[in-house]
């Protein structure tokens, strides 16, 4: 999709992910993560490249119906264990 093109997206199921378990999503699938209550939690997302790679990202503003393109530079952090 380009940048500001319009699209109506419709939910196709949902699920829990919890402890112990994974997702995946193919390249052309769209996703949303919904974090429930006050605990902290961790993590990981791989997508195939490093995010700095990453071919002009694009997010979904519900709000106007339309993608628009994540300018913002990732935050990209080492283990520290």
């Given at each position: 999709?380009?940048?500001?093109?319009?699209?109506?997206?419709?939910?196709?199921?949902?699920?829990?992910?919890?402890?112990?378990?994974?997702?995946?999503?193919?390249?052309?699938?769209?996703?949303?993560?919904?974090?429930?209550g006050e605990r902290?939690?961790?993590?990981?997302?791989?997508?195939?490249?490093?995010?700095?790679?990453?071919?002009?990202?694009?997010?979904?503003?519900?709000?106007?119906?339309?993608?628009?393109?994540?300018?913002?530079?990732?935050?990209?952090?080492?283990?520290?264990?």
């Amino acid at each position: 999709m380009g940048s500001g093109a319009a699209a109506r997206l419709e939910l196709r199921r949902e699920f829990a992910v919890g402890p112990g378990q994974a997702a995946a999503y193919l390249p052309d699938e769209f996703h949303s993560i919904h974090i429930r209550g006050e605990r902290a939690i961790c993590h990981l997302h791989l997508y195939g490249r490093r995010l700095e790679d990453l071919l002009e990202p694009e997010s979904y503003d519900a709000a106007t119906a339309a993608f628009v393109k994540s300018y913002a530079k990732p935050e990209v952090r080492e283990p520290c264990a």
